[in-house]
């Protein structure tokens, strides 16, 4: 039985939920998002709960229960509060820098990196070796975030690179002379 799917989902106020045969639409203060999911769901809205049901007992509902449940409780949350991931530069002469709707990356390349910001996601550099990455979408935010973290991972010898600020970087010992 799967206990995620079981948990009904408060909808808070000021959010509208609209429910097509595929698609799953959310209205919130800060924004709209929309999901296909899968028809074979049943998806009940009352007394300001939302519940998510199953057909049958095999596999595929079973593994789509939960999924189906936690896709619509995070559209919820994005509208109303939103997601962030922070981004920590270590290393020496590693910066970002923000130019527009442009992200500049210098991690020791012979050229400084730019990544053009998607549409929905808002890139925040306080300090140069900080990047904050804002948004509604859940996956687009973790997907973005893990795009800038790959132009320089950290290394397991210095820790020097990008890496998400609660990522801790099992530190080894290097070669010693004699």
Request: hydrophobic share 30%; aromatic share 4%; charged share 30%.
């Amino acid at each position: 039985m799967s206990r995620i799917g079981l948990k009904p989902i408060t909808i808070p106020s000021g959010v509208e939920i609209k429910i097509d045969d595929k698609f799953v639409e959310v209205k919130g203060p800060k924004g709209q998002l929309s999901q296909e999911i899968s028809p074979e769901m049943e998806i009940n809205i009352d007394n300001g709960e939302l519940t998510v049901a199953r057909p049958s007992d095999n596999k595929k509902h079973r593994s789509l229960h939960g999924l189906t449940r936690t896709l619509i409780s995070n559209m919820i949350i994005g509208v109303t509060e939103g997601y962030s991931k922070t981004l920590d530069i270590v290393g020496t002469g590693y910066r970002a820098a923000k130019q527009g709707k442009k992200l500049v990356l210098t991690v020791g390349f012979s050229h400084p990196v730019e990544m053009e910001d998607p549409e929905g996601i808002e890139v925040e550099v306080p300090a140069p070796n900080k990047i904050i990455v804002k948004g509604i979408d859940k996956q687009l935010v973790g997907n973005y975030s893990a795009k800038i973290r790959d132009w320089r991972r950290p290394e397991p010898y210095k820790g020097k690179g990008i890496k998400y600020s609660d990522e801790i970087i099992r530190r080894k010992v290097g070669k010693t002379g004699k």
